[in-house]
């Protein structure tokens, strides 16, 4: 099983910037994606970046937010500028794995735990 830890949210003002981060307990092949979901509404995918490098963004956060990774400590990151009020969210990474598979890399995906963004105006 692979375990997700997200980190680096907290409370910024329109127009602040903050960094999350998101740590693999296992180093597998996964297409990485970054989701938020506000209370009362749906989940929304903002981000993925595959294992070649290859990033994609949700429309509403393109040229805002850079999703990156460091494959040798299994960490994820979405960097986050020019913060926004419609920002505010949990925001959870979630792998969507890739071959090669093995015991401890399975075609499982995992979703983090999530952090908190409020963005207040």
């Known amino acids: 099983q692979v375990h997700l830890v997200e980190s680096g949210g907290g409370s910024v003002q329109a127009g602040g910037s903050l960094r999350l981060s998101c740590a693999a307990s296992?180093?597998?092949?996964?297409?990485m994606n970054w989701y938020r979901q506000d209370p009362g509404k749906t989940s929304e995918w903002v981000s993925g970046?595959?294992?070649?490098?290859?990033?994609t963004y949700a429309n509403s956060v393109k040229g805002r937010f850079t999703i990156s990774q460091d494959n040798a400590k299994d960490i994820w990151y979405l960097q986050m500028n020019d913060l926004k009020p419609e920002d505010t969210a949990v925001y959870y990474c979630?792998?969507?794995?890739?071959?090669?598979?093995?015991?401890?890399?399975?075609?499982?995906?995992?979703r983090g735990q999530g952090t908190q963004v409020t963005v207040s105006s």
């Open positions: 970046i595959d294992p070649d490098g290859s990033t």
């Open positions: 979630e792998t969507d794995p890739r071959p090669p598979y093995s015991d401890k890399c399975g075609p499982v995906n995992y």
């Open positions: 296992e180093h597998c092949t996964y297409v």
